[in-house]
């Protein structure tokens, strides 16, 4: 395979000496950083017009940085590569507006979308930061990208479900509760969600309460939609999309009885439950294929920085594959009894599942959090060999006191975070020295800590608590950029000024997120304009 040679080249310029250490590269912490996935943009960025158009305007409103994804989070590059699947030949339509078919069939052949940026960019003055999406790999529902392509690859999850009875005897798996409902699957609403269900109309509704079917809500036919399904404070709602749905139309009628069968266990496919497919980050050929894409881009394009992004497992289900359970052994130095039970196992919790953790189940999240800081490691060494002076940061979820479900601990390894599951191991895997800066997606509602408390919501999970806890993290040593998700600004400027100056006071810059939620009236309160 051609990115084999592409490998050995890369490992040869680790292997001759390279450092770890930091340049003056810090210097290019971004003020106010842009953020352009592929696939939302792909209609805006496909011609030369459509890219300088986007970055004049990014450029007047006070944009100095442009992040953009080499590759995607489906494993798709965006410059013409020698062994890795491009984005202009995707067989993968959107279907999110602005929805276009595949890009195969209408994309500009042989046009470098990635190059093209990079000389526009450039030419406004502006620093351009390639951004890679490191282990995830595919596409679930198109089962497009290289984890379905290569043997082995794939991660491997272990998984629970409980499954519902309807009086006609046939059953549907739930593939989870007061979570985010993907193609085709059932998933169970409490009250701990809110007081309706945070669906979209395609699918269907069954509002249960006392385990008797109260309402059916067809959402998807119904003309016009009758909005979410309110969920009982004595029961839940079942919101099925796809073949769900379909199950759900024929399977219950008013007052007829509603079961919720045992727990069942399996091992399957990480990206049967997943809308992208990750890979295992401790598979050997993933490790080097990710080093690999690294080589190929800065050896081709001469970026001013490297984001990496899904530096990371995909959840706590993964990777539960056979050669994760040999490392482990080897970690641990002896065999695990009962594989996995002694790492976590399933339980009923209400109408659904919790885990309870077992007796390894710290010594797992370290060795998983190792296999991300020596990725990040060699990553890290390979980048500054090959282009010294490159801004090296990592794209990572604000969310820290439940991170050990990504398994990273993007922290220093001088803290110590006062959680119960934090291990001697996991503190020693903080890789956050390893980076120039850290951008922090920050993705909460509350903006302030008075805010949240007066919400009753803890203050870390605040934009200003997020971005304090962060800093405390990464012992001040490596600057923070502060992520703001702009859909919690939809319609509504004046919040998203205030988010500005609540993250500039807290973060050394701003990452906005993304370009395609950049509405006019966002785009004018920017402070270039």
Same mark, same amino acid.
Request: charged share 20%; hydrophobic share 40%; glycine share 8%.
């Given at each position: 395979?051609?990115?084999?040679a592409?490998?050995?080249?890369s490992?040869?310029?680790?292997?001759i000496?390279?450092?770890?250490?930091?340049?003056?590269?810090r210097?290019?912490?971004?003020?106010?950083?842009?953020?352009?996935?592929?696939?939302a943009?792909?209609l805006a960025?496909s011609?030369?017009?459509?890219?300088?158009?986007?970055?004049?305007?990014?450029r007047d409103?006070?944009?100095?940085t442009?992040? $953009?994804e080499?590759?995607?989070?489906?494993?798709?590059?965006?410059?013409p590569s020698?062994f890795a699947?491009?984005?202009?030949e995707?067989?993968?339509?959107?279907?999110?507006?602005?929805?276009?078919p595949?890009p195969?069939?209408?994309?500009?052949?042989?046009?470098? !979308?990635?190059?093209?940026?990079?000389?526009?960019?450039?030419?406004?003055?502006?620093?351009f930061?390639?951004?890679?999406n490191?282990?995830s790999?595919?596409?679930?529902?198109?089962?497009?990208?290289?984890a379905?392509?290569?043997?082995?690859?794939?991660?491997?999850a272990?998984?629970?479900?409980r499954?519902?009875?309807?009086?006609?005897?046939?059953?549907?798996?739930l593939?989870?509760?007061?979570?985010?409902r993907?193609a085709?699957?059932?998933?169970l609403?409490t009250?701990?969600?809110?007081?309706?269900?945070?669906?979209?109309?395609?699918g269907?509704?069954v509002v249960?309460?006392? @385990?008797r079917?109260e309402?059916v809500?067809?959402?998807?036919r119904?003309e016009?939609?009758?909005?979410?399904a309110?969920?009982p404070?004595?029961?839940?709602?079942?919101?099925g999309?796809?073949?769900?749905?379909?199950w759900?139309?024929?399977?219950?009628?008013l007052?007829?009885?509603?079961?919720?069968?045992?727990v069942?266990v399996q091992?399957?496919?990480?990206?049967k439950?997943s809308?992208?497919?990750?890979?295992?980050?401790?598979?050997p050929?993933?490790?080097l294929y990710?080093?690999?894409?690294l080589y190929?881009?800065?050896t %081709?394009?001469?970026v001013?920085?490297?984001?990496?992004?899904?530096?990371?497992?995909e959840?706590?289900?993964?990777d539960?594959?056979?050669?994760?359970r040999?490392?482990?052994?080897? $970690?641990?130095?002896?065999?695990?009894?009962?594989?996995?039970?002694?790492?976590?196992r399933?339980?009923?919790?209400?109408?659904w599942?919790?885990?309870?953790?077992?007796?390894?189940y710290?010594?797992?999240?370290?060795?998983?959090? %190792?296999n991300i800081?020596?990725?990040?490691?060699?990553?890290?060494?390979?980048?500054?060999?090959l282009?010294?002076?490159?801004a090296?940061g990592?794209?990572v979820g604000?969310w820290?006191?439940?991170?050990y479900?990504?398994?990273?601990?993007w922290?220093?390894?001088h803290?110590?975070?006062?959680y119960p599951?934090?291990?001697?191991t996991?503190?020693?895997?903080?890789?956050a020295?390893? !980076?120039?800066f850290?951008?922090?997606?920050?993705?909460?509602?509350?903006?302030?800590?008075?805010?949240a408390?007066?919400?009753?919501?803890?203050?870390?999970?605040s934009?200003?608590?997020?971005?304090?806890?962060?800093?405390e993290?990464?012992t001040?040593e490596?600057p923070?950029?502060?992520?703001?998700?702009?859909?919690? $600004?939809t319609?509504?400027?004046?919040?998203?000024r205030?988010?500005?100056?609540v993250?500039?006071?807290?973060a050394?810059?701003?990452l906005l $997120? @993304?370009?395609?939620?950049?509405?006019?009236?966002?785009w004018e309160?920017l402070?270039?304009?």
């Amino acid at each position: 395979m051609r990115w084999r040679a592409v490998l050995t080249a890369s490992l040869l310029v680790v292997a001759i000496g390279a450092s770890p250490g930091h340049t003056d590269s810090r210097a290019r912490v971004p003020r106010l950083a842009l953020w352009m996935e592929p696939g939302a943009n792909l209609l805006a960025l496909s011609t030369v017009g459509g890219v300088r158009g986007v970055l004049d305007r990014a450029r007047d409103a006070g944009v100095d940085t442009v992040v $953009f994804e080499a590759k995607n989070a489906w494993g798709y590059v965006t410059y013409p590569s020698s062994f890795a699947p491009i984005l202009n030949e995707s067989p993968v339509p959107r279907t999110n507006p602005p929805a276009y078919p595949p890009p195969a069939r209408w994309f500009p052949k042989g046009y470098d !979308l990635l190059g093209t940026l990079l000389h526009e960019a450039r030419a406004r003055g502006l620093r351009f930061y390639a951004a890679v999406n490191t282990f995830s790999e595919g596409l679930s529902a198109y089962r497009a990208g290289p984890a379905f392509e290569r043997e082995g690859w794939a991660g491997t999850a272990y998984v629970a479900t409980r499954p519902v009875r309807a009086p006609d005897g046939s059953e549907y798996e739930l593939a989870g509760a007061n979570t985010t409902r993907y193609a085709d699957q059932l998933i169970l609403y409490t009250r701990a969600v809110g007081l309706r269900v945070p669906t979209t109309r395609y699918g269907v509704e069954v509002v249960v309460r006392r @385990d008797r079917v109260e309402e059916v809500r067809d959402r998807e036919r119904a003309e016009p939609d009758p909005g979410p399904a309110s969920i009982p404070e004595d029961g839940y709602v079942l919101a099925g999309h796809g073949k769900a749905a379909a199950w759900l139309r024929t399977a219950f009628r008013l007052g007829d009885p509603v079961g919720i069968g045992p727990v069942r266990v399996q091992m399957e496919p990480g990206w049967k439950r997943s809308p992208f497919a990750f890979t295992n980050p401790a598979h050997p050929e993933v490790r080097l294929y990710e080093l690999a894409i690294l080589y190929e881009l800065l050896t %081709r394009y001469p970026v001013d920085g490297v984001i990496l992004d899904r530096t990371r497992y995909e959840d706590l289900t993964q990777d539960f594959s056979e050669q994760s359970r040999r490392d482990f052994e080897a $970690f641990l130095g002896r065999p695990v009894a009962r594989w996995p039970e002694d790492v976590y196992r399933y339980v009923p919790a209400g109408y659904w599942v919790a885990r309870q953790p077992g007796p390894l189940y710290r010594a797992w999240l370290g060795f998983r959090a %190792r296999n991300i800081y020596t990725y990040v490691l060699s990553a890290t060494r390979l980048i500054r060999a090959l282009r010294p002076g490159v801004a090296v940061g990592a794209y990572v979820g604000g969310w820290y006191p439940v991170y050990y479900e990504e398994g990273a601990n993007w922290a220093h390894p001088h803290v110590r975070p006062p959680y119960p599951w934090v291990s001697e191991t996991w503190v020693q895997a903080g890789y956050a020295p390893l !980076l120039d800066f850290l951008m922090v997606g920050l993705y909460y509602r509350p903006l302030t800590v008075r805010e949240a408390l007066r919400r009753g919501t803890n203050p870390v999970y605040s934009l200003e608590g997020g971005a304090r806890l962060a800093r405390e993290l990464v012992t001040e040593e490596v600057p923070v950029v502060a992520s703001l998700y702009l859909p919690h $600004f939809t319609g509504n400027p004046g919040r998203l000024r205030e988010a500005l100056r609540v993250a500039r006071a807290q973060a050394a810059g701003v990452l906005l $997120f @993304d370009l395609i939620y950049l509405t006019d009236d966002l785009w004018e309160i920017l402070p270039g304009r």
